[in-house]
């Protein structure tokens, strides 16, 4: 079963850490996706830059509007994913519980639909 | 065979039904991996029952029985379907061979099916708005309708509920299994919360128009002795001796108009005997586990009261050392309210009053109506009968049900005499 955990972070609060520390935890999650990726269970992973930085796109009646960030002010924001394939939700949270920025932010896990299904 | 003969096996298949279904349910969700292929199955293997044994009799092992039944039954229905889908029939052929006919092998522990079906019911990525519907349909086998009346709501919400958390159970794949060690006190905790959800939903529905719906409470109480039955755990017991502690109080509770009767004023020949028997047994139990968590020390406090002849006579020099304990456990505005109201009955009322106005000055509880309402008794236990006035007025403006309004409106005219 494969599952998309979004890695939710209040870029506020990462940026307030102290670099080491920062730097840190990029270590921790970078061996933490190859401890995952050795045993078979991650199929994509990464962070992403801050949230100035993304763009919103809608197709309205065939005219496309593009828009600066997000369109809601929410105050954490996605920060990176993990894809990973685990038999059940429990292996995935396990796997969501360990990663480092669920200690500051929240890690969503949404299971993943098998392409070619009916519903 | 005669009809007489036959009316008593009918009378069988009910009683195993009520007795059993969710014993069956549980095993049948094991070997089928999903809930309403299980409980077709389970419809399916009874309705067999009724129609075979009136007429072969009852089998050694009825409920071994039922499970081999709706194995097949659902192994069957899926090769039949296998003509529309089929993936149906790699689903048939690994049931089958992945899982054995229970009327052929030794004894699946059954127990560990019924705590699966307790776990995933009770699962935390299920909302509690699910959780608790699952649980009394899935595990105590109420209906929707009962589950509905119970919580003054329509039965299509409850219905909808239930359909969504199976939904979720399947497409998130919530695995059916008792948690690993070292997840287990958690995963526990969160079965003792919807247990205690359960409990109190009783508790307080009982001042309403109660006769209609079920005893909640009772359900908890039920659910929380299968659990210690499954699972000796502390704070199983710890929560099983709170239930049975307030549970015991019921009927001193109310007077004989429904009004709220307070603990202090409570007529204690009406507490029931057997059940703080039961009650402090546990809690010494648990006690004596030397792991004590938050319902061990609340049933602990609540043995406390049951111990003592009078409010007067309670030990409240333990109830507020208990308090602090709690406090330390599981520290929280209502157990400092609670508190509160402990150091008052040791210290004198100005004592509690300086607790709750500290409280009430950090902004904590001010919605809640008991917070005034006990701030109003202080004041009037040291005739400061503008500030209780006040406090009361507060207090009534924040209760919502009746019985509760009535007694503080019954306070508020007291001052005045």
Redesign the interface.
């Known amino acids: 079963?494969k599952y998309l955990c979004l890695v939710y972070v209040e870029e506020k609060i990462f940026s307030a850490f102290p670099s080491q520390e920062r730097r840190a935890i990029s270590d921790e999650a970078m061996s933490y996706c190859e401890k995952l990726q050795k045993a078979g269970q991650l199929l994509a992973a990464s962070p992403l830059h801050p949230v100035e930085t993304a763009t919103t796109v809608r197709v309205r009646e065939g005219k496309t509007s593009t828009t600066d960030g997000p369109f809601a002010e929410t105050k954490e924001q996605l920060g990176g994913f993990l894809m990973i394939d685990v038999?059940?939700?429990?292996d995935a949270?396990r796997i969501a519980a360990q990663f480092p920025a669920a200690r500051f932010g929240s890690v969503e896990?949404r299971?993943m639909k098998e392409l070619g299904c009916a519903d | 065979m005669s009809d007489n003969r036959a009316q008593e096996v009918h009378a069988k298949v009910g009683e195993l039904y009520r007795a059993e279904s969710r014993q069956v349910l549980a095993t049948l969700i094991r070997l089928l991996g999903d809930f309403d292929t299980a409980e077709e199955a389970l419809q399916e293997a009874f309705a067999v029952a009724a129609e075979q044994w009136p007429r072969d009799g009852v089998p050694a092992n009825p409920r071994a029985w039922l499970v081999s039944t709706g194995r097949f039954k659902a192994i069957d229905g899926m090769r039949r379907r296998a003509r529309y889908d089929a993936s149906l029939n790699e689903l048939a052929r690994r049931i089958e061979t992945t899982t054995s006919d229970p009327l052929e092998q030794t004894d699946e522990p059954i127990e560990d099916n019924r705590l699966r079906l307790i776990f995933t019911c009770c699962h935390p990525?299920l909302s509690p708005e699910a959780q608790i519907p699952m649980t009394l349909r899935e595990v105590c086998n109420l209906t929707t309708e009962e589950i509905a009346r119970a919580f003054l709501t329509k039965p299509a919400t409850i219905a909808q509920r239930i359909v969504r958390a199976k939904a979720k159970i399947r497409?998130?794949?919530?695995?059916y299994?008792v948690?690993p060690a070292p997840?287990l006190p958690e995963r526990v905790e969160a079965v003792l919360r919807v247990m205690y959800l359960v409990f109190n939903e009783g508790y307080s529905a009982s001042f309403g128009p109660s006769l209609t719906r079920v005893d909640l409470s009772r359900e908890a109480i039920r659910l929380g002795r299968l659990l210690l039955q499954l699972l000796p755990d502390p704070e199983v017991m710890g929560l099983l001796a709170l239930m049975l502690l307030h549970e015991s109080r019921s009927q001193a509770r109310t007077s004989a108009s429904g009004d709220l009767v307070l603990l202090e004023q409570q007529d204690r020949l009406l507490w029931n005997r057997d059940l703080i028997r039961e009650g402090i047994m546990l809690v010494e139990r648990a006690l004596a586990s030397k792991r004590i968590g938050p319902y061990t020390l609340q049933a602990a406090i609540a043995a406390v009261h049951a111990e003592a002849p009078s409010a007067g006579e309670t030990d409240w020099a333990q109830i507020v050392a208990l308090y602090d304990l709690l406090m330390r456990a599981e520290p929280s505005p209502i157990i400092e309210l609670n508190r509160a109201v402990a150091v008052a009955m040791r210290d004198g009322p100005a004592k509690g009053l300086e607790l709750v106005d500290a409280l009430l000055k950090r902004g904590e509880l001010a919605q809640y109506h008991l917070t005034h309402a006990t701030r109003a008794d202080f004041c009037r236990r040291l005739n400061r009968k503008d500030e209780a006035r006040v406090s009361y007025e507060r207090a009534l403006a924040l209760a919502k049900q009746e019985p509760e309004r009535r007694f503080l409106g019954k306070r508020l005219r007291e001052l005045e005499d």
Not at chain 1, 87 to 90: E, F, H, Q, S, V
Not at chain 2, 171 to 175: K, L, S, V
């Open positions: 079963m038999p059940d939700l429990n949270i896990v299971p | 990525a497409d998130a794949r919530i695995p299994e948690p997840e």
